[in-house]
């Protein structure tokens, strides 16, 4: 490893982390960082931040095999509207936030004999989206981008992939003709939670988050 200089970690043992901190340095993945609409590079991207989290030696943070995620509020159906997409850009998610926090699993990688802190420590880290004061879900980002945003870049519309500038109707014309299925807005978390019927199928569910990197992310990724 080269910010250790002397340490040495099979690639397979750490394959699930998502941001490293060492010293006064932060590596995480700019897929943790960035707008979930981006396209992908095929080459892992990594961005530096500043800081620290307060632990000695190098700590990996990693996501939990299994994220959790709320259920739907059976109260809310009334909120639940699912109405046709009119191709309006808005920002029905803008009280959504992602917070860092860490559970009580941790594990050393590499300890040395003589000393009493490990040197390289893997600690499972959540990444969780809140609605408000309401926690929403844990998602696994490392995870689904390997499994999803590269199938997602490959099928993108070049055609329509100027969509921003096109008027509504026009978008949802163009939208339309290319998916061949019914459009729905998604602009809350009740209703992408509780899902039109249909969805991936005969509906193509369009989250409104314009804007919004930070929801774009989350929504994404659940």
């Known amino acids: ?3 250790s200089g002397n340490l040495n970690l099979a690639p397979e043992s750490i394959k699930s982390v998502m941001a490293m901190s060492s010293g006064n340095s932060i590596f995480t993945l700019n897929s943790l ?9 095929q080459n892992v991207q990594i961005t530096r931040i500043l800081g620290n989290l307060n632990r000695p030696g190098i700590v990996m943070l990693v996501p939990p095999q299994a994220p959790l ?14 109405a046709p997409f009119d191709g309006e850009p808005r920002d029905g998610f ?6 860092l926090s860490f559970t009580n699993y941790e594990m050393p990688l590499i300890v040395r004999t003589g000393v009493i802190d490990a040197e390289v420590t ?3 880290s959540l990444v969780s989206v809140y609605d408000r004061q309401t926690w929403t879900a ?10 999803s945003t590269t199938q997602m870049g490959s099928k993108r519309c070049n055609h329509i992939s100027n969509e921003s500038a096109l008027p509504p109707e026009e978008l949802v014309t163009r939208l339309k003709e290319a998916s061949n299925r019914r459009l729905v807005a998604i602009d809350s978390w009740e209703e992408l939670l509780d899902p039109p019927e249909g969805l ?3 509906t193509l569910g369009i989250v409104r988050a314009v804007g919004n990197w930070q929801a774009r992310l989350a929504t994404a990724t659940i």
Do not use: K, Q, Y
């Not at 960082?33 to 590079?41: E, F, G, M, V």
């Not at 803008?94 to 917070?99: A, C, G, K, V, Y």
């Open 1 to 3: 490893m080269f910010e």
């Open 138 to 147: 844990d998602i696994d980002v490392v995870t689904h981008m390997d499994e």
């Open 69 to 82: 995620i709320r259920e739907s509020d059976p109260g809310a159906w009334r909120v639940i509207n699912h």
């Open 200 to 202: 991936g199928t005969r």
């Open 33 to 41: 960082i960035r707008d979930a609409s981006h396209p992908s590079s």
């Open 94 to 99: 803008d009280n959504t936030t992602l917070h």
């Open 122 to 124: 893997i600690l499972e």
